[in-house]
């Protein structure tokens, strides 16, 4: 079975910085995805992570640590345009989303 | 051309009616796949096909019956559906598809077709 799970929701303020946090459990393991998702439309690809470690593409940064079932995906320098639900993935399935609204 | 298109954009059916869903993908992907996301909710997969042939059924009622027509396209033909089943219908392809459901590669999905089933 497959067992992904992310807070329901974050609001964060426009400049600063924001961890969105992905525990899972799941039958096998071949690297965990990224994906942000704006109201009405559909996913979009943010980031692949298959190592231990952290993977940094621009103000965007993602972390796995596969002994622990975890991941983050880290925004920085939050702009209004961020607020969306970012979804992680395994195997074809996805988390719960976390919906992150950017306030001024 | 990183583009997956979805017809029609919206769907209004009875649940009588029989109607088709329909996905092209043109980056020469092998691997395609439907999906199911409600409100508020993370998308569910539905079926994945691999070089043409389904591989993956995620124990979908019968009444959403999927055909791949040819690398480029993939069909979700609807019929009977329930109220319950109002819900945006996501396609998406990946390069890889040897592993049928085991991909390391990138989805890319469509914008999707929003289904009303009255």
């Known amino acids: 079975g497959q067992n992904i799970d992310q807070p329901t929701e974050m609001t964060a303020t426009e400049g600063a910085i924001v961890q969105i946090n992905c525990t899972y459990q799941?039958?096998?393991?071949?690297?965990l995805f990224w994906y942000q998702q704006h109201a009405g439309e559909a996913p979009t690809f943010l980031s692949y992570?298959?190592?231990?470690g952290l993977e940094e593409k621009g103000r965007f940064s993602s972390f796995l640590s596969r002994s622990k079932g975890y991941s983050y995906l880290l925004l920085k320098e939050l702009q209004m345009k961020d607020s969306a639900s970012y979804l992680c993935a395994v195997k074809l399935f996805f988390g719960t989303g976390t919906r992150l609204t950017v306030i001024p | 051309d990183t583009e997956v298109t979805q017809t029609p954009k919206h769907l209004v059916m009875g649940m009588t009616n029989k109607k088709s869903l329909k996905c092209e993908q043109h980056m020469g992907h092998r691997a395609m796949y439907w999906y199911k996301q409600k409100a508020k909710k993370p998308p569910e997969l539905m079926f994945v096909?691999?070089?043409?042939?389904?591989?993956i059924n995620e124990s979908v009622p019968s009444r959403f019956s999927p055909e791949c027509p040819n690398s480029s396209l993939l069909n979700l033909h609807l019929h009977a559906l329930q109220p319950e089943d109002s819900a945006l219908y996501l396609c998406?392809?990946?390069?890889?598809?040897?592993?049928?459901?085991?991909?390391?590669?990138?989805?890319?999905f469509g914008p999707g077709t929003r289904l009303t089933v009255l």
């Open positions: 998406a392809s990946s390069q890889d598809s040897l592993t049928g459901g085991d991909s390391t590669d990138t989805q890319y």
């Open positions: 096909y691999s070089y043409e042939k389904l591989s």
């Open positions: 799941t039958s096998g393991f071949n690297g």
């Open positions: 992570n298959v190592l231990d």
